[in-house]
């Protein structure tokens, strides 16, 4: 599966931002979808991810109660809704598909990423 991240860009702090992951194939009840993050100088993190079917999410301690994962109407795209947005949430984030892990680590695939810059 190719993914392909985007809706990346510049808001101030308190904002929100919706990124989306659009799929080359259907991913609903094929592969968990997942995004990470990679801030400056750091390595990639996990961020959140969905379920192959019944849409359990699950979040880091960071995303909780912000963020929002979830999937299109299409079953091929995922979206990340990100309220609240910090300075300290500017990073590079990646859309990432794994067939098992209801939580990956190092997932099967991953998408481009889209830069997100919380400044005022």
């Known amino acids: 599966v190719q993914l392909q991240a985007s809706g990346g860009g510049l808001v101030k702090p308190g904002g929100s931002l919706t990124l989306s992951c659009a799929a080359s194939?259907?991913?609903?009840?094929?592969?968990?979808m997942a995004w990470f993050r990679q801030l400056p100088g750091k390595e990639r993190e996990f961020v959140a991810s969905i379920s192959k079917g019944i849409d359990l999410t699950y979040y880091s301690d960071s995303a909780k109660g912000r963020f929002a994962i979830s999937r299109g109407d299409d079953k091929s795209t995922v979206y990340l809704q990100m309220n609240n947005l910090r300075p300290e949430d500017t990073a590079v984030y990646y859309c990432?598909?794994?067939?098992?892990?209801?939580?990956?680590?190092?997932?099967?695939?991953w998408g481009h990423g889209t830069l997100v810059t919380v400044s005022s």
């Open positions: 194939e259907r991913t609903l009840g094929v592969y968990v």
């Open positions: 990432a598909a794994d067939r098992y892990a209801s939580r990956p680590v190092n997932p099967d695939y």
